[in-house]
Structures are given as structure tokens and as C-alpha cells.
């Protein structure tokens, strides 16, 4: 899905997204899921069904029920070539494991304006996701920052 | 400098500050795979599967690996390193694009060995290399070497 483009959001608008939370629920890496994805990296398959950590971009955004389009969508994305990536943060405190139910969580933690010179701006988004073992143990967390480009001068 | 391969790494037991991680080549990054990511990850956008809209946006009809992947080779360098399961913090940026066709190396050199309740730990820089460019991406990560 492609996001319309839009004008120039208020700046209000992007602030008030902070701590929007995602429904969140839970997220089972299949062994067909985990084959492609490995094969995908150029890797050989991880042993003991150990899931490679590739999967922590798309596990939590799909486990915490949004979308990379939702995602842009908050943040009124002018349209899909105007996002730019300024970092990924994967924390891994435990192997994943193919079959296994985890439960994810996910929010917006942070969301900011910032000029870029001669009058442009993009907004800074920033979306952190908890991923939890059955149990409730934290088997890894991960830190998106996008920022949204806008095209018209502030 | 170039980077040692896997054969001639000291012992994890003897790394030190400055040292090499071996390098992990991905010899082409195949258009193929974005595909299959962008389903996988339900990826709408298009800029990873079709190369006229790449082409428009100044790309010369090659799409753009999606940013996960570019993690991933430096995971899978970690890996090859250091063994599976090793990589406990990986934060990375973006500064370019990986483009479909690209031969890219994967590099890393520890910034730090430490020990934390018993279990030892390095910090490293790494990053993606693409000859003839600036590093398209660029960060760190942390590594606990096995008992």
C-alpha cells in the first residue's frame, strides 16, 4: 500500500504520537519463515533452530500488530520514498527459537521536528518494540528511528 | 590493513583492542532476495522489488536492499567470528544505500574487551564496505565470546 502525499503536518500532530501504543499480541517464527529469511542473508540455517536475527525487524512490527505501513502512516509519510532510516538498535538478551509463541509489545517513543537547513525539515520518529518469551522473560528489544522528509518549508 | 581470514584469527581467548574481525563478503546483493524480504516482511514499499520506481527516483533501475539485510551480514560476519548466538547489541546507521548488484564486505575491530558477572564481552565497530564508496553502513556492536 502507498501512503498519498500530504502537506506539511502541524508539529503538534507529530508530538502528540508519542506513546501511542500498538495492540500488540502474539508472534510465532515458523521453520519455513526462519529458512527463507536466513536464506535471504546469504547465511547457512543457525543451528538447534535458533531463529537469525534478521527477524527482528519485521517479528515485532507484525507481532505488536502494525504495519510498516501503519507506521508511516502515523507519522503522515508524504509518500513511501520520503522515509529515511537513521538507525536500528536490536538488543538480543536470549536466542529466539523457531515454534515458539512469543509475545511482543510495541509504542512510539519519541517524536520531534527537525530543520535540515534552508527551510526543510523531516520529523524524527523513533518506535520501540519488547519481544518476551512465553514466560514473560525479555528475549530482545529493538529501537526504529526513521525520519519522515517533508518537502515543504516550515 | 587488510582483514585476516577466519584460519589466521587468534583465539577468541587472546582477542585484544584494535584487532580485525575476519570480513564476510557478500559477493552480489541479488534483487531476488529483496523480493522475497519485501513479501516476508510485508514491506510495502516499493523501492525494494521494482526497478522503474528506482529508476524515478534516481536509482538507475537497481532497487534498494532493504536496511535489515544490511544488518544481517554483519551479523552473519559475528557469527562466523565468533559463533552463533554471540551478538547481544547491534546498532547500526545508514548513511547510503545498498543497491542491487552491490559486492559488499562486512568489517569489524574491537574497541573493547570487558567482563560483566563472570562472562567476557568485546565491543566492536563495524561496518558495510562497497569499493569506490563511502561506507553505506556504519555502527557498533556487542559480542560475548564463549566460555
Redesign the interface.
Given at each position: 500500500m502507498s501512503v498519498a502525499p500530504r502537506p506539511l503536518p502541524p508539529e503538534a500532530e507529530i508530538k502528540a504520537i508519542i506513546g501511542h501504543q500498538f495492540p500488540g499480541g502474539p508472534y510465532t517464527v515458523a521453520h519455513w519463515e526462519n529458512f527463507l529469511l536466513t536464506e535471504c542473508t546469504g547465511a547457512d540455517l543457525l543451528p538447534d533452530g535458533m531463529v537469525h536475527p534478521v527477524v527482528l525487524f519485521h517479528m515485532p512490527i507484525l507481532g505488536s500488530r502494525t504495519t510498516i505501513g501503519e507506521m508511516f502512516g502515523l507519522g503522515q509519510a508524504e509518500s513511501d520514498f520520503s522515509i529515511g532510516i537513521e538507525s536500528y538498535d536490536w538488543e538480543m538478551f536470549k536466542p529466539l527459537i523457531e515454534e515458539t509463541p512469543y509475545k511482543i509489545s510495541g509504542k512510539i517513543v519519541d517524536a520531534e521536528r527537525r530543520l535540515t537547513g534552508h527551510g526543510r525539515s523531516h520529523d524524527r520518529i523513533q518506535f520501540q518494540f519488547e519481544v518476551a518469551e512465553p514466560d514473560g522473560t525479555l528475549a530482545a528489544r529493538t529501537t526504529i528511528t526513521w525520519h519522515y522528509g517533508r518537502s515543504q518549508s516550515v | 590493513m587488510s582483514s585476516p581470514s577466519l584460519k589466521d584469527v587468534p583465539p577468541l581467548k587472546n582477542v585484544k583492542v584494535g584487532d580485525a574481525i575476519p570480513d564476510w563478503l557478500?559477493e552480489s546483493v541479488r534483487p531476488e532476495?529483496?523480493r522475497?524480504?519485501a513479501a516476508?516482511?510485508?514491506?510495502?514499499?516499493?523501492?525494494h522489488w521494482d526497478r522503474e520506481a528506482c529508476a524515478k527516483?534516481g536509482f538507475g533501475h537497481r532497487t534498494i536492499n532493504?536496511?535489515?539485510?544490511g544488518?544481517?551480514?554483519m551479523?552473519?560476519m559475528l557469527?562466523a567470528w565468533a559463533g552463533?548466538?554471540c551478538?547481544?547489541?547491534?546498532?547500526?546507521?545508514?548513511p547510503m544505500a545498498v543497491l542491487d548488484g552491490d559486492r559488499i564486505t562486512a568489517k569489524g575491530k574491537i574497541t573493547a574487551v570487558r567482563e560483566e558477572g563472570g562472562e567476557r564481552f568485546v565491543d566492536c565497530d563495524v561496518w558495510l564496505e562497497r569499493e569506490g564508496t563511502n561506507n553505506p553502513l556504519e555502527?557498533r556492536a556487542t559480542i560475548k565470546l564463549p566460555d
Open positions: - | 557478500m532476495r529483496m522475497t524480504m516476508i516482511l510485508r514491506d510495502p514499499n516499493p523501492v527516483i532493504q536496511g535489515p539485510l544488518l544481517s551480514y551479523v552473519n557469527h552463533p548466538g551478538v547481544k547489541r547491534l546498532y547500526m546507521t545508514f555502527g
